[in-house]
């Protein structure tokens, strides 16, 4: 069973940075591509950041995030840069890679760790 666990959420204030840690668990990891996905309030489920299998970086949707694996450890990591109120969202680890709306909703994710950026 897929087992995917966020953490590292937290209110930080604009131009904050944070780091997001997801524990994997249940699959191979090391063969897998992963996602970073996001939805804020009101908002769709929109794709954020994703990796390869055989990538220590991969692409994402801003320069200001970057996504990286430690596959010794099974954990995805996203680093997130000048952060801005915009970004407010809670965050998920997915496994797999989607772009579209209707790509990214079937992956498995887990339970999400909230971001606020807010003064």
């Known amino acids: 069973e897929v087992q995917l666990v966020e953490s590292g959420g937290a209110l930080v204030q604009p131009g904050g940075s944070l780091r997001l840690s997801c524990a994997a668990s249940?699959?191979?990891?090391?063969?897998?591509?992963m996602s970073w996905l996001r939805q804020a309030p009101g908002q769709e489920l929109e794709w954020v950041a994703s990796?390869?299998?055989?990538?220590t970086e991969g692409n994402s949707a801003s320069n200001r995030f970057t996504i990286s694996r430690d596959n010794a450890k099974s954990t995805l990591y996203l680093q997130l840069s000048s952060l801005k109120t915009e970004d407010t969202a809670m965050y998920y680890c997915?496994?797999?890679?989607?772009?579209?709306?209707?790509?990214?909703?079937?992956?498995?994710r887990g339970q999400g760790t909230q971001v606020i950026v807010s003064s």
């Open positions: 990796i390869g299998s055989g990538q």
């Open positions: 997915a496994k797999g890679i989607g772009l579209s709306a209707d790509k990214i909703a079937p992956l498995p």
């Open positions: 249940g699959f191979d990891f090391a063969r897998s591509a």
